[in-house]
């Protein structure tokens, strides 16, 4: 049994928790991380086998928040960012029989066959459009009534495919695309609102939010690494539970209650159905409305080609409509953005299935997902008949993407009611705050001010 104080204790060592955490000890706070399994990263992890370095979760990121490129400063020496390639600035949108590139200038614009031309002349009207009057308006409602049928079927489905996993009309874009929803609410459009705000002056830090697609040199893995390097961290600590304790500290008890922390305060960083088991002190009124929240599943596939005999894709990746009824939701190319993820002269793609609208597919056996992979790496790659992937590594993830739906809020007032009942006790992670990597370094930034 060991019994130990300690001034602040995070539960969770994934990208929030160990941010939060190694915010916190630059500010010379006492900081002790618990983690249930063996490893840290959470969610992010990297593999380098035969020559190709691949990821299992999340693949890129953005530099969507000043935190995001500051942080990169502080693990300088440790861990590299690395921004993708110019030449992978492309996105590739499948329709019809193969990938058509999104626009990005007028002449695509007015010839791509992407969106129809009564849309292409609609959209022109885009800045006198009248504003929404639901507050929890869908993101897809939002897409069809401001930007039209085809934008929203072969531009925002697909975004939201390959960002959430989740059905645009289901997400209720305040909490799911809250910068999308202000620019409506604040500007009356979003065409307005983008020349508005790229007018507004900036300050040195807001140039920090540079919108490049990032990873860290040599793979995701790196970053959280860096970010554990000297820090307090037990990994493999089973069935931790928090409970309240005399004179307003906490104890945090761990390893089927062997061993135990006492501390002045507690912060979560575990997905929402993790929740439950850690803290049993909170009544169920105020915790069902936090573990409710869904997770899409998602099943990742790193795909490998030695020699891909100069069939490449400069890209970013190519998403999937879901109105065109294939089983995949996109393939970003890791290779095509970042230096040494495959051998020279070969490439690594990055499936991704399941989400939303094919939870079912978690259930497929190996056999059956390397069948989807191959079929796609021949009718969607275009590789011919006669190649087949030199490596198919599979992940799946049970619980992957929080969708922010319209109960969302219901959610955002049990943590402010939890946390203003118990102080001391707060809940981090992407049950709030927004669900990407940059949203994650951004959350864990704040939180670790706030203290
Ligand atoms: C397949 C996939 C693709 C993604 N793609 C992208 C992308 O392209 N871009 C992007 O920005 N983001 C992407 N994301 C999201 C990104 O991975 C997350 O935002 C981020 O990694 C979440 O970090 P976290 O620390 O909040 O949660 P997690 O990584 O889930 O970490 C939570 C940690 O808590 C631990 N834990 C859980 N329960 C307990 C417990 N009871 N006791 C102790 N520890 C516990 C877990 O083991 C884990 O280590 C993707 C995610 C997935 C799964």
Request: with cysteine; proline share 5%; net charge positive.
């Amino acid at each position: 049994m060991m019994k130990q104080e300690r001034d602040i204790v995070v539960i969770g060592a994934g990208l929030t928790g160990l941010a939060t955490a190694f915010n916190l000890r630059k500010k010379g706070r006492d900081v002790l991380v618990l983690e249930k399994e063996n490893r840290v990263g959470g969610q992010i992890r990297t593999f380098t086998e035969d020559g190709f370095t691949f990821e299992s979760g999340p693949n890129t990121g953005v530099v969507s928040f000043p935190e995001v490129t500051e942080l990169f400063q502080d693990l300088a020496g440790r861990c590299e960012l690395e921004t993708a390639r110019e030449s992978s600035k492309r996105r590739l949108i499948w329709k019809g029989r193969k990938f058509h590139a999104l626009p990005s200038g007028l002449v695509s614009a007015v010839t791509t066959p992407l969106f129809t031309l009564k849309d292409k002349f609609r959209i022109l009207g885009e800045p006198w459009r009248k504003k929404g009057t639901d507050p929890n308006e869908s993101v897809g409602s939002l897409a069809q009534r401001r930007l039209g049928r085809s934008f929203f079927e072969y531009a925002v489905d697909p975004f939201v495919s390959g960002v959430y996993a989740g059905d645009p009309m289901k997400l209720t874009t305040r909490f799911a695309l809250p910068k999308l929803y202000n620019l409506e609410a604040n500007y009356g459009s979003f065409v307005r609102g983008a020349i508005a705000k790229r007018k507004e002056p900036k300050t040195d830090r807001d140039r920090l939010v540079t919108k490049k697609v990032f990873s860290a040199h040599g793979g995701l893995q790196k970053m959280v690494d860096a970010l554990a390097q000297g820090a307090d961290i037990v990994t493999g600590a089973q069935h931790i539970k928090v409970q309240p304790n005399e004179g307003g500290t906490w104890r945090v008890s761990y390893n089927d209650g062997q061993d135990e922390v006492v501390c002045r305060r507690v912060i979560t960083a575990v997905g929402a159905y993790a929740l439950p088991e850690l803290l049993p002190f909170i009544p169920d009124t105020l915790m069902k409305p936090i573990s409710n929240l869904y997770y899409a599943p998602v099943i990742q596939v790193s795909v490998g080609v030695r020699d891909t005999q100069g069939l490449d894709y400069p890209a970013f990746g190519g998403l999937v409509p879901s109105k065109e009824q294939q089983k995949l939701l996109g393939i970003l190319f890791p290779s095509a953005c970042f230096v040494e993820r495959a051998p020279e002269g070969g490439a690594l793609f990055s499936y991704f299935m399941g989400g939303v609208r094919h939870a079912d597919y978690l259930k497929k056996s190996d056999g059956e997902i390397r069948e989807m992979v191959i079929e796609a790496f021949h009718s969607m790659l275009k590789y011919p008949e006669t190649m087949t992937p030199d490596m198919i590594r599979i992940f799946r993830h049970e619980r992957a993407i929080p969708q922010y739906g319209e109960d969302s809020g219901k959610r955002f007032e049990a943590i402010t009611c939890i946390e203003k009942q118990y102080p001391g006790l707060i809940l981090a992670g992407n049950m709030r705050d927004g669900i990407g990597m940059g949203n994650r370094i951004h959350q864990a930034a704040m939180v670790a001010n706030d203290l």
